[in-house]
């Protein structure tokens, strides 16, 4: 099964940037659609963006339009969360997850093989 990790979470100011990256283990990495999830305290967990095989296609949920890029470089088997402008509500633990289905999904069970998240702090 492919094998996820993600990393670049750490402590911010809001309005600060990080840069997650989501690193598969198999070259066929570029063979999968790509979402990033996040759990934030006492929530569930929800949709933040997506990207497919080839990057030509991206969605992102309303809260993050503007702020946060999806690219992927499928020749170093990487996917990347660019953040910018962040705000305390963006606390949470991200996720990286693929899917082999045809089109990128924003529904979490479509996701099959899930990274261990990398946490990303917002202080206000």
């Known amino acids: 099964q492919l094998q996820l990790g993600e990393s670049g979470g750490g402590l911010v100011q809001t309005g600060g940037s990080l840069r997650l990256s989501c690193a598969a283990s198999?070259?066929?990495?570029?063979?999968?659609?790509v979402g990033w999830f996040r759990r934030a305290p006492g929530k569930e967990r929800e949709f933040v963006a997506s990207i497919s095989r080839s990057g030509s296609i991206t969605a992102y949920t309303d809260s993050v339009k503007g702020r946060f890029t999806i690219s992927r470089d499928n020749a170093q088997n990487t996917v990347y969360l660019q953040m910018n402008s962040l705000k305390p509500e963006d606390t949470a633990i991200y996720y990286c997850a693929a899917s082999r289905l045809t089109l990128p999904s924003e529904t979490d069970s479509d996701y099959r093989s899930w990274g261990q998240g990398t946490q990303v702090s917002v202080s206000s």
């Open positions: 198999e070259l066929t990495f570029r063979n999968y659609n």
